[in-house]
C-alpha cells in the first residue's frame, strides 16, 4: 500500500459525460501528479499540482482540468468524454523539495467510456 | 517520435536467469525511473537514478548519463517478478515514458 488513494476505482459512463476523479496524497506529501494509461498511448503525463499550485503540465486536453485543494487532495475533471478517454487515471504524490521526488503511485482509477 | 525507448517488449525467461532490460532516452533529464506494474495494475516505484548505479534486493539498476541509457537487472529472476517494467524520465518539468517490457518469468 502506496498511502496513496484513488476513487472511484472504476468509473463506467457514457460519451459526453462528466466525471470527477479523486486522489489523496501521502500524509506530508505536498506533490500531486496525474497521468493516464491507454492501450493505444501507454503512460502519459497530465499535469502536476504542489501545494495547491498548478507546477507542470503535459498532455492534458482542453477538456480536463484538475485542482489541488487546502487539504492537498486533488481532483481531475473529465468533460465532454470520449471513447477515446477510456483509460487507467493514475495519481501519484511526492514528498516536499524542488527536486525530482520518487513519486508514489495510488491503484488508479478505470474509466470506461461507453 | 518517441523520447523514451525500451528493449525489449516482451521477454520470457526461465525461473534463475539473469534479465537486463534496456532503456534509451534523447532528451537531457533530471532523473531516470524504473517502475513495476503488475497485472491488476498497480504501479510500484523501483528505482530513481540520476547518476551511477543503486541496488536493492536481486535488483540492480544503472545510468550511464553520457550514452542516455540505463539498465534494470534481475538476478536469480522468480515467477513473482512477472510484471510490465517501464522506464520513465523527467526532463524540465515534463515527464516521458517507455512503452514498457513485459516480463514473464516461468517456474
Not at chain 1, 20 to 41: A, E, K
Not at chain 1, 79 to 100: I, N, Q, T, V, W
Not at chain 2, 75 to 92: F, L, M, N
Amino acid at each position: 500500500d502506496s498511502g496513496v488513494t484513488q476513487t472511484p476505482k472504476h468509473l463506467i459512463t457514457a460519451t459526453g459525460q462528466r466525471v470527477t476523479l479523486r486522489c489523496s496524497p501521502r500524509s506530508g506529501d505536498l506533490s500531486v501528479y496525474w497521468y493516464q494509461q491507454s492501450l493505444d498511448q501507454g503512460l502519459q503525463f497530465l499535469i502536476q499540482y504542489y501545494n495547491g499550485e498548478e507546477r507542470a503540465k503535459g498532455n492534458i486536453l482542453e477538456r480536463f482540468s484538475a485542482q489541488q485543494f487546502p487539504d492537498l487532495h486533488s481532483e481531475l475533471n473529465l468533460s465532454s468524454l470520449e471513447l477515446g478517454d477510456s483509460a487507467l487515471y493514475f495519481c501519484a504524490s511526492s514528498a516536499p523539495g524542488g527536486r525530482y521526488n520518487e513519486q508514489f503511485f495510488g491503484p488508479g482509477t478505470r474509466l470506461t467510456v461507453l | 517520435k518517441n523520447e523514451v525507448e525500451q528493449s525489449p517488449q516482451n521477454l520470457t525467461a526461465q525461473e534463475g536467469e539473469f534479465i537486463t532490460i534496456n532503456c534509451s532516452y534523447s532528451v537531457g533529464i533530471s532523473a531516470l525511473h524504473w517502475l513495476q506494474q503488475h497485472p491488476g495494475g498497480g504501479i510500484v516505484s523501483l528505482f530513481m537514478l540520476s547518476s551511477g548505479k543503486k541496488k536493492h534486493g536481486r535488483l540492480i539498476a544503472t545510468i550511464n548519463i553520457q550514452e542516455k541509457h540505463s539498465s534494470l537487472h534481475i538476478t536469480a529472476s522468480h515467477p513473482r517478478d512477472s510484471a510490465v517494467y517501464i522506464c520513465a524520465v523527467k526532463s524540465g518539468n515534463q515527464f516521458y515514458f517507455g512503452t514498457g517490457t513485459s516480463l514473464t518469468v516461468i517456474p
